[in-house]
């Protein structure tokens, strides 16, 4: 299994520009998330989603939209990029069954620098 | 507010010794904790979780301690190895449904040979 794949790795905007992080997981888990990692700090919660066509803010969710039509997918838009949202962003998945852990799988990351 | 936070930011042990990374949480209707690594350039790896009716759990090299009466959590790391070497976060989840997770800052281990 492939589990939670990111694209693209790595990318450069320019301020005022639009992107979409893509992220797509093919371990039929229902929820799925993005965060974001600032240098040295912890991950904050952009937005998450229990299942298709479902997604709720999380932390941090200003400047951003998800959209959830699949199981598979959870997409990451960014509308007008500002240097704050220079980062790296993790998308996860995991299971809602409460029988097992809720321990999130991660993609490798999006490393995103608006300049 | 409620958090998640870790007492060191680098932690440096020699190979072979035991590690031990702590963490403060405040919430005490806290029911779950997770422990993560983070290699440099990759996304957190699941190591080991632990719920709030427990004390202790054991993995492979690896145990995690949970003192709900100071809420405290901690992570031994048993005969430390350079691919230890990485970072590591508490997670705790939250409610409010769909398993969302709160993570720590996190403590850089660094392994000195």
Known sequence: NAGVTQTPKFRILKIGQSM??????????????WYRQDPGMGLKLIYYSVGAGIT????????????????EDFPLRLELAAPSQTSVY??????????????????SGTRLTVV | GESVGLHLPTLSVQGGDNSIINCAYSNSASDYFIWYKQESGKGPQFIIDIRSN?????????????????????????ATQPGDSAVYFCAEKVGGGGNKLTFGTGTQLKVEL
Request: charged share 20%.
């Open chain 1, 20 to 33: 979409t992080l893509q992220c797509a997981q093919d371990m039929n888990h229902n929820y799925m998330y």
């Open chain 2, 54 to 78: 427990m004390d202790k759990r054991q993995g492979q090299r690896v145990t995690v301690l949970l003192n709900k009466t100071v809420k405290h959590l901690s992570l031994q790391i048993a």
């Open chain 1, 56 to 71: 709720d803010k999380g932390e941090v969710p200003n400047g951003y939209n998800v959209s959830r039509s699949t199981t």
């Open chain 1, 90 to 107: 993790f998308c996860a998945s995991s299971p809602r069954d409460r029988a097992t852990n809720y321990g999130y799988t991660f993609g």
